[in-house]
């Protein structure tokens, strides 16, 4: 079992950048996929990125192709989101997700951080 810490969110102007990140810890957890998820109000809960346990394979969602950047560093068991040129429909509490199986349209695998809040508002 892979456990799973997120920081980094709060509130930003639209325009803005915030970076998110996920701690994980548990047994090998460098050899999961990882990735983060987001909510809205109101909506389901949708992929927002997805690195495999060795960087080879970043996915993105369309939504956010060209802003944000996933990245991993194994060496400190850590995952990052870097979030550029944020818009209000941004704003969802994001997740960190590790799963053994790179099948993120399953959203129910595989272990989950408590999730943060990132709210985009001028």
């Known amino acids: 079992q892979v456990q799973l810490v997120e920081s980094g969110g709060g509130l930003v102007q639209p325009g803005g950048s915030l970076r998110l990140s996920c701690a994980a810890s548990?047994?090998?957890?460098?050899?999961?996929?990882m990735g983060w998820y987001r909510q809205a109000p109101g909506k389901q809960r949708e992929l927002v990125a997805a690195?495999?346990?060795?960087?080879?394979?970043?996915n993105y969602a369309d939504s956010v192709k060209g802003r944000f950047t996933i990245s991993r560093d194994n060496g400190k068991n850590t995952m990052s989101l870097q979030m550029n040129s944020l818009k209000t429909e941004d704003t969802a509490v994001y997740y960190c997700?590790?799963?053994?199986?790179?099948?993120?349209?399953?959203?129910?695998?595989?272990?989950w951080g408590q999730g943060i809040q990132v709210t985009v508002s001028s």
């Open positions: 997700n590790a799963r053994p199986n790179w099948n993120w349209d399953k959203i129910e695998i595989g272990s």
């Open positions: 548990g047994s090998m957890s460098s050899y999961y996929h």
């Open positions: 690195i495999s346990s060795r960087s080879a394979t970043r």
